[in-house]
């Protein structure tokens, strides 16, 4: 876990993630807009950072198994394929995500809107290239010996992913918070109209980014 360059990556990656707004922080304002108060926004990033962490944590939870029994460097290959893989899908079929219908939503519709569109968007993929470091399988130090792991070594990945779930979303609820209230109070919609970035791209080449990176990272 004494790996800072793990953790300021979380991190990037959480306010990356808080900056897209097919994870949320869009439809945060459009409630708000539509109820005419602040506080429905602030309302709706809750269940939103919810549904984000609860899809992170099963991609990380899934690295942090795998790497209980597979080599670290086949692990890294798969991570590394599955995120190369996915990237280019996405940059193929831009639109590929979840339709959500109606704006009267609770808690809980919004906490599962945001698990289905952070899973559609390879949110926790991303994480991946993080998640193997942690993985007791999947680290340099470890590579190649998954299948003799001690008890204890497999505490402290299940330990630091929690972590790591948490320090990514506590950094993606801060910048998604900051964007939809300014988005809200100060900017409006209007202007988004006019300086939209493709962002759909931008995530699909981040996806692919991260695919090298898990590669190399070591």
């Known amino acids: 876990m004494n790996d800072p360059l793990a953790w300021s990556a979380l991190a990037l990656l959480g306010a990356l993630h808080g900056l897209n707004p ?18 429905a926004v602030g309302r709706a990033l809750w ?16 690295v942090i198994l795998a ?13 590394a394929g599955a995120l190369l893989a996915f990237g ?12 959500w219908v109606g704006m009267r939503v609770g808690f809980r519709d919004l906490t599962l809107w945001s698990f289905l569109m952070s899973t559609a968007h390879g949110a926790g993929l991303m994480l991946v290239p993080v998640a193997l470091r942690f993985s007791a399988g999947g680290g340099a130090a470890h590579a190649g010996h998954g299948e003799h792991l001690p008890a204890g070594m497999a505490a402290s990945s ?9 320090v990514h979303t506590l950094s993606m609820f801060a910048v998604m918070a900051a964007v939809a209230l300014a988005v809200y109070q100060f900017v409006g919609l209007t202007v988004l109209r006019r300086a939209w970035v ?12 991260a695919g090298a990176v898990a590669l190399v990272w070591r």
Do not use: C
């Open 88 to 99: 280019a899908y996405k940059l193929l079929r831009p639109n590929t995500h979840p339709r």
């Open 198 to 209: 493709n962002l759909d791209q931008v995530w699909a080449v981040a996806l692919m980014a």
């Open 67 to 79: 790497g209980a029994v597979l080599d670290g460097g086949v692990l890294r290959l798969v991570g």
């Open 47 to 62: 269940p939103i950072a919810l549904g984000h962490a609860l899809s992170v944590a099963l991609v990380v939870a899934l």
């Open 22 to 39: 097919a994870m949320g922080w869009l439809f945060a304002v459009a409630l708000g807009l539509q109820e005419r108060r602040r506080a």
């Open 158 to 166: 299940t330990l630091a992913g929690l972590a790591a779930v948490g």
